[in-house]
């Protein structure tokens, strides 16, 4: 089984993990990684220990920060490996679509979770009048 490994700064994967729960009920096969969360715990002690779970299927990390610290420590340790792929700068929605995906772990399914992402971000016009805002709220 693939793994999904969403991994940040602080307490962030935390809340993405009680989330998870309640939308979906089953985190199997999903890790979270929360970085700088407790005096003496490494980073890099913290992603070897998670990729020791890693199996054929491969692995698909989330990080919160393109070029933040986290990412690139998982990038260093995952560089050489097989069908492990990195999204960072990650939201709910895209580790939602990966986790419910049946589709098999590939670059061409990591991209098209980044795409989601991306498309998922909107600015909603917020209106004065609330009733009209119902109306037309999904347009």
Known sequence: MRQIIIASHGKLAEGVENTLQLFTGNLT???FLSAY???GVQL???IEALM???DQDGALFFTDIKGGSVTQAVVRHVANLANVYVI???NFAMILEALMSTVALSETFA???AVSGREG???IEVKQDASEQED???E
Do not use: H, M, R, Y
């Open 29 to 31: 096969g999903v890790s």
């Open 37 to 39: 969360t407790e005096d």
């Open 44 to 46: 890099d002690d913290q």
């Open 52 to 54: 020791k779970t890693f």
């Open 88 to 90: 960072a700068g990650f």
């Open 111 to 113: 991209q098209k979770l």
């Open 121 to 123: 971000i909107e600015l």
């Open 136 to 138: 037309t709220f999904f």
